[in-house]
């Protein structure tokens, strides 16, 4: 039973636009959300992360939105660069300290 | 500032070997993981650890041994390999709690035929 989803394999988008990303989540008790950006033959890096008590959180280029009621973040990317095609995974944890569950990632093509 | 470092990078084995993945880092952070990376999976957590000295399962455990002897240090072994555990394996710490920043290392890619 997958507690982390990311429903879209891979995306494709045009230099400049917007990517947006998204991942949703089965367990209410996740309070603390993260994503991570991946290169090929290479491990992955932390992005962004929001704690379930914001709704929004950006860093530069990057803006997470989380949506509890409906068990559902993004990340939006404005705009994107080439440079950010990459496979990108959603992460969650609860405050319980247990392990962060990952979704199965997202390829992310951004065309020039 | 070498971060978290894998060690091999590659391997091929046939079934039925052993061999040992190493993950040494630098931050002295206190949680240490094991993750593997198969196509359309995702990050699976196989195990962790909390601290020198202690170990724990994730979610895909079987086959796999781990220990935690030195706070930098933390092996993955597999007793006898199968080609199941055809994988990517990433090692990754984090400093505060497990829902925390965590930093990975490059992966190990290992094949076993």
């Known amino acids: 039973d997958q507690q982390v989803k990311q429903n879209s394999p891979s995306l494709s988008v045009q230099e400049g636009r917007i990517s947006i990303l998204n991942c949703d989540y089965t367990?209410?008790?996740?309070?603390?959300f993260l994503w991570y950006k991946k290169y090929p033959a290479e491990g992955p890096t932390f992005l962004i992360s929001i704690s379930s008590i914001k709704d929004k959180n950006e860093d530069g280029r990057f803006t997470v939105f989380l949506n509890k009621s409906a068990k559902h973040l993004s990340l939006h990317i404005v705009p994107s660069q080439p440079g950010d095609s990459a496979v990108y995974f959603c992460a969650a944890s609860d405050s319980g300290n247990t392990p962060l569950v990952f979704g199965k990632g997202t390829r992310l093509s951004v065309i020039a | 500032n070498a971060g978290v470092t894998q060690t091999p990078k590659f391997r091929v084995l046939k079934t039925g070997q052993s061999m040992t993945l190493l993950c040494a880092q630098d931050?002295?952070?206190?949680?240490m993981y094991w993750y593997r990376q198969d196509p359309g999976m995702g990050l699976r957590l196989i195990h962790y650890s909390v601290g020198e000295g202690t170990t724990a399962k994730g979610e895909v455990p079987d086959g796999y041994n781990v220990s935690r002897l030195k706070k930098q240090n933390f092996l993955l072994g597999l007793e006898s390999a199968a080609p199941s555990q055809t994988s990517v394996y990433f090692c990754?710490?984090?400093?505060?709690?497990?829902?925390?920043?965590?930093?990975f290392g490059q992966g190990t890619r290992l094949t076993v035929v």
């Open positions: 931050m002295n952070h206190e949680y």
């Open positions: 367990n209410s008790m996740f309070d603390y």
């Open positions: 990754a710490s984090s400093r505060g709690g497990m829902n925390t920043e965590a930093f």
